[in-house]
């Protein structure tokens, strides 16, 4: 029998009901102050639960590593509660959660957290911005430039891999399946896979083998906390904004992904990118992490549900994600399934930020 998006899966022991992931995506309504989850985050992840598994919006692991306003954390138990409500939600509604543990490494501003960002070297990402919420009338973001980091000591770095050890264990308590280590879109960790970004002279720099280390590392640390079977990564190896544009990544990926399947993660999620003229995965890049990588393998891009069961069915991948196709349609299987017609995003001035459900929660479902 053929694989497709309806087909149910065993994700390394955890039941998914479908195949259909909802991709994480930012949409800042943490409680301030404190940057904490809240009953409308949980209403807004319970009303997509007809996904077979949710991948939670970055969610910062440390004031550090934060590099937007109003972005959720998981170091307080303030805000390991306000998870709960969500956990409790989707789990209610019978899906499966994963929380996406964030660092933004040189991608900050100290107008976002009052801290100078930190990164594997001092380079800047040239033309690359942040945003904060400064009271425009309209609620809408105000984007401001990053700044210069600082290169990260060798104390820097343990304790960064230090905070995902404890934003998994937190994760753990806020009730969640699993976690989700990005090291992807140009923050922390893939700052340090690239040589553009990279270009420390010590055992965190110079190689692809020592490039990796710190995802390893900070893996590993997760993995002993929580188990492989609760842990996943997210790279984005054709994706180059941020100022990551660098020649050896893909070498440097694969490398990595033989690596993650000797520590055993239950999935690697390829991070694709969604804008119309971007860069497609190739199909020999997608056999051959099948044939290094043996557990769950995630797509996310923007896929249509044609292209999704395309995959499935040549067994390139276990999951596909799908991002602002669930951000309007909270119903999105059921609304596939019936070829029924789709919301379009409603206003482009909530899409990060608003303090109401306006954008947020109040996309219709379908009256069948």
């Not at 290169?151 to 753990?172: H, L, S, Y």
């Not at 290094?292 to 995630?298: Q, V």
Request: hydrophobic share 35%; net charge neutral.
């Amino acid at each position: 029998m053929k694989n497709t998006l309806y087909t149910p899966y065993n994700m390394n022991g955890i039941t998914l009901k479908n195949r259909f992931l909802m991709a994480p995506m930012t949409r800042s309504r943490a409680s301030q102050p404190g940057d904490i989850p809240n009953k409308l985050m949980a209403e807004y992840y319970g009303q997509r639960a007809s996904a077979g598994i949710i991948i939670t919006e970055a969610t910062q692991i440390s004031l550090q590593g934060k590099g937007y306003s109003k972005t959720p954390g998981i170091y307080t138990k303030e805000q390991i509660e306000g998870w709960k409500l969500i956990t409790d939600e989707v789990h209610k509604k019978g899906s499966k959660i994963f929380l996406q543990l964030w660092h933004v490494g040189r991608v900050s501003s100290s107008k976002v957290n009052g801290l100078k960002p930190i990164g594997p070297s001092e380079k800047i990402a040239k033309e690359t911005n942040v945003y904060i919420f400064d009271g425009a009338s309209n609620g809408d973001a105000t984007f401001v430039p990053v700044e210069e980091p600082k290169e990260m000591t060798k104390t820097d770095i343990k304790q960064v891999i230090e905070e995902f050890r404890i934003g998994a264990k937190n994760a753990m308590e806020a009730g969640f399946d699993g976690v989700e280590i990005h090291g992807a879109n140009g923050y922390l960790i893939d700052q340090f896979l690239r040589s553009n970004s990279n270009i420390r002279t010590d055992e965190y720099g110079g190689t692809k083998e020592n490039r990796m280390r710190i995802l390893t590392e900070i893996t590993q640390a997760v993995v002993n906390e929580i188990g492989p079977e609760k842990t996943g990564v997210r790279l984005s190896p054709f994706i180059s904004f941020k100022d990551m544009n660098d020649p050896e990544i893909l070498e440097t990926i694969m490398l990595a992904s033989k690596k993650l399947e000797k520590l055993g993660v239950t999935y690697i999620h390829l991070c694709e990118a969604d804008w119309n003229d971007a860069p497609e995965i190739p199909n020999n890049f997608r056999i051959q992490l099948r044939e290094t990588f043996s557990k769950t393998i995630i797509a996310t891009g923007n896929k249509t549900p044609e292209q999704a069961n395309e995959l499935l069915e040549k067994n390139l991948v276990d999951l596909v994600g799908f991002g602002r196709k669930f951000l309007t349609n909270p119903d999105y299987p059921k609304r596939v399934k019936l070829n029924a017609p789709m919301n379009e995003i409603s206003d482009n001035h909530t899409l990060f930020g608003g303090g109401t459900a306006r954008g947020y929660t109040d996309y219709s479902f379908l009256k069948v």
